[in-house]
């Protein structure tokens, strides 16, 4: 008697899958730098202004989905063109200043609050310009340079 998980197991694996040809086309096509519908996601090592900037994107973005609105609609109520507000919902952030943003944002009636966060024990290996001490693991000791 086969158990619940088998009987799963072998329905998804009666699956067929798409064929290879258009699964490779797919993705040729999304990789393809020039390709104009690509959210451009955050680095791992992304700084506060590159977050607050894309978070204000997303707000956007979500604001556009929660009301049901296209594309022209909100071009029009940010009066931007509608390729500049697509860069908006695409996370295009080194297009636009943050002021700009938070002002396309309170446009829209987005409230937006700007919150300080203190750093993490992950944060203190991070090295930043504008540090004075920065402390670096060496032979598994935290040291600091001057």
Not at 12 to 35: A, C, G, M, W, Y
Not at 79 to 95: G, S, V, Y
Request: proline share 5%; with cysteine.
């Amino acid at each position: 008697m086969k158990s619940q998980r088998e009987k799963l197991n072998m329905k998804i694996s009666k699956k067929k899958s798409p064929p290879k040809k258009i699964v490779d086309s797919i993705r040729k096509e999304l990789t393809n730098p020039n390709f104009p519908y690509k959210n451009i996601g955050l680095r791992p090592d992304a700084t506060p202004l590159e977050k607050n900037k894309y978070g204000i994107c997303q707000k956007i973005l979500a604001y556009k989905q929660d009301n049901e609105l296209n594309t022209e609609e909100i071009a029009e109520n940010i009066q931007l063109t509608t390729p500049e507000t697509e860069d908006i919902f695409f996370a295009r952030i080194d297009k636009f200043t943050l002021d700009r943003l938070m002002d396309y944002a309170t446009r829209l009636g987005i409230i937006l609050q700007i919150k300080e966060e203190k750093p993490t024990s992950a944060d203190l290996g991070r090295t930043s310009r504008n540090d004075i001490h920065v402390l670096r693991k060496f032979n598994g000791r935290v040291r600091k340079h001057l």
